[in-house]
């Protein structure tokens, strides 16, 4: 059950819908929201992309790594969006609040990544697309608590959360 204390956070592909869904899931539920990408971009102090262009991304995922301990130790009351490789790196997700995975087809991420300016802040919206799709399926679903299916709007996806 969701108390105004627990924490929930969203795993899933890049474009999923883990920021979009989260913000509105946080408004709904008087609850803080947190992106991980944003704290940390701000905490470096540059982009997601340049800190993969100039310290790779093995800095990045130190990053991530740090900053799920923090929100392990220190964070109630919050929807927590998470990047795409969180869970690749990330192995207390679960004992941070609820995890849901945000599952779009791969047809839907790669029609949003075909958006204007959605593409060009992430690194990894690459050629190795498709195949980390499908090497990610796994480590998503083994992630989470509950898997729900993120196509279609925001406010669909919503429904189907509190389902
Ligand atoms: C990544 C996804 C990105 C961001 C970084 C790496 C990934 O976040 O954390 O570019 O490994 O899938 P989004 O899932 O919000 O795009």
């Known amino acids: 059950m969701t108390t105004p204390h627990s924490n929930t956070l969203l795993i899933g592909f890049m474009a999923s819908g883990k920021s979009s869904v989260g913000r ?20 470096a102090g540059k982009s997601i992309s340049a ?10 995922r130190a990053w991530e790594v740090r900053l799920s301990k923090w929100l392990q130790d220190h964070i109630t009351g919050a929807v927590i969006a998470t990047g795409g490789g969180m869970p690749l790196v990330c ?10 995975w945000l599952d ?8 949003r990544l075909a958006q204007p300016g959605e593409s060009g802040s992430r690194p990894l919206a690459d050629e190795a697309l498709q195949t980390r799709y499908h090497e990610r399926r796994s480590i998503y679903a083994r992630t989470a608590h509950r898997q729900i299916d ?14």
């Open 24 to 43: 509105l899931l946080a408004q709904r539920s008087d609850r803080w929201f947190i992106d991980t990408d944003a704290l940390i971009a701000t905490m």
């Open 104 to 111: 779009a087809p791969l047809e839907v991420i790669e029609s």
């Open 91 to 100: 192995n207390n997700l679960k004992a941070i609040g609820e995890v849901i």
């Open 51 to 60: 800190i993969f262009e100039e310290e790779g991304e093995g800095r990045f």
């Open 150 to 163: 993120a196509s279609g709007s925001v406010e669909a996806v919503l429904e189907r959360l509190f389902l």
